[in-house]
């Protein structure tokens, strides 16, 4: 398990990327999966550093965890900014032209397509969202 607490900038996502394929590494992790994985961090970090702070300074914290016995990849993002469940948000019609769809949503809609299972929580002032994905 890997965990990186950074300022919540998207200049940041290298970093987080970097964490992501240091705990694959080793792994049976197809190369497909990895690069829906990137995804994934990217779209949910990007959320955090445009959403949840209306004042510079705040921070995310990123884990990653491979369980090479039950074949599984847990992402966590944690932020303390303005509480925001991304998962209840309705997701977009995408059998609509992009023009005539909502801007937004589109990342999240992909996180709850391409995981297994996403859990959001608010505990303690901190946004937790957190999702599983087999290999």
């Keep these: 398990m890997a965990t990186l607490t950074v300022p919540a900038q ?16 080793g792994t049976q ?5 990895a690069l ?7 779209e949910a970090f990007v959320n955090i550093a445009t959403h949840a702070y209306t004042q510079p300074g705040g921070t995310a914290t990123f884990t990653c965890q491979v369980d090479q016995e039950a074949r599984q990849i847990m992402l966590q993002f944690q932020d303390q900014g303005m509480p925001f469940n991304p998962l209840a948000r309705p997701d977009p019609d995408t059998t609509l032209k992009a023009e005539d769809r909502k801007i937004g ?10 995981m297994d299972k996403c859990e959001y929580a608010y505990t303690q002032n901190t946004n937790i969202l957190t ?3 087999k290999y």
């Design 10 to 25: 998207t200049e940041q996502i290298d970093r987080l990327q970097d964490v992501l394929h240091q705990q694959l590494e």
């Design 29 to 33: 992790c197809p190369m497909g999966l």
């Design 36 to 42: 829906q994985l990137e995804l994934v961090v990217e």
């Design 105 to 114: 949503g589109l990342g999240i809609y992909l996180i709850k397509k391409t």
């Design 131 to 133: 999702v599983w994905k």
